[in-house]
């Protein structure tokens, strides 16, 4: 770990000085990202893997840009006397459809926790956090959908599939992704089937629980039937239970007006 780090050594975000001329490198899952302080400007260069659950992890190493691979290049000029910036992760820029991977079914009357996770974004900063925004990428960008009821009404999304488990034991700890339980309620009649549902990840803060894992709140899922398959989420505030002794990493891109989000065409 490089000794001029300012910030939590176990984490990839923190805030970091560099010299003139001096390139850093991050590894943060699918993401490599190089960033070079030039005086007046700053080089970012980035390429990323196609594996969206890979648990590579490398914090501001000094490993050369591969030049042999294709990268995405930024240019940003300031002023020579900024020569400290700070990562951040942040939540998802649009609401996350999961899709079980399997046919997920829950039995009348039951409540089931369910623990499914979305990419990170990486927020690059001048200073501390909260200073002026370089840039911002996804450490691995999901497909674009669609959510909603017709091509009319709804809202550009993300999707991404999940293998809805039940065991937190059975979830690694990805360094690029972030948890959110969703407490799935069934009041009946009959089993319910769980088909797909938008996780409002805009509306959601970011923790980081007592063994690294990033969290974001619980998210109480309750069914209406009501015909459609429609669904309350309700927010439970603060971190997870599961988190344990939890430290509040980001606030939400965008406030919740209300704890109960409008209803989504959520479970079939």
């Known amino acids: 770990m490089n000794e001029d780090r300012i910030g939590d050594e176990r984490a990839w975000w923190g805030r970091w000085s560099f010299a003139l001329g001096q390139t850093r490198h991050w590894r943060i899952g699918p993401l490599d990202l190089w960033i070079q302080f030039l005086g007046r400007e700053w080089l970012v260069r980035r390429s990323r893997g196609d594996?969206?659950?890979d648990e590579s992890l490398a914090i501001a190493s000094d490993l050369a840009v591969d030049e042999s691979r294709t990268l995405e290049v930024d240019r940003v000029v300031g002023e020579p006397s900024m020569s400290e910036l700070s990562l951040s992760p942040r939540l998802a820029d649009r609401a996350v459809v999961v899709r079980p991977r399997d046919a997920f079914h829950v039995l009348e009357g039951c409540t089931v926790s369910l623990f499914v996770s979305s990419p990170l974004w990486v927020a690059i900063e001048i200073g501390d956090v909260g200073g002026e925004l370089l840039l911002e990428m996804p450490t691995f960008r999901p497909s674009d959908t669609?959510?909603?009821p017709s091509n009319l009404s709804g809202d550009a999304a993300y999707a991404v599939s999940t293998s809805c488990r039940v065991d937190l034991d059975g979830l690694p700890i990805r360094p690029h992704r972030?948890?959110?339980?969703?407490?799935?309620?069934?009041p009946g009649p009959g089993?319910?089937?769980?088909?797909?549902?938008?996780?409002?990840?805009?509306?959601?803060?970011?923790?980081?629980?007592?063994d690294g894992r990033l969290w974001t709140e619980a998210l109480a899922v309750r069914h209406r039937d009501e015909g459609g398959g429609l669904a309350d989420i309700e927010l439970r505030p603060g971190a997870p239970e599961e988190a344990g002794e939890a430290e509040k990493i980001s606030a939400p891109r965008e406030d919740a007006?209300?704890?109960i989000f409008r209803v989504f065409d959520a479970l079939f």
């Not at 972030?178 to 069934?186: E, F, M, T, Y």
């Not at 089993?191 to 629980?209: D, I, K, Q």
């Open 146 to 148: 669609w959510f909603g």
């Open 191 to 210: 089993r319910l089937t769980f088909e797909r549902l938008a996780v409002p990840v805009p509306n959601l803060s970011l923790y980081r629980g007592h």
């Open 51 to 53: 594996d969206p659950l």
């Open 257 to 259: 007006t209300e704890g």
């Open 178 to 186: 972030a948890v959110s339980p969703l407490r799935i309620h069934n």
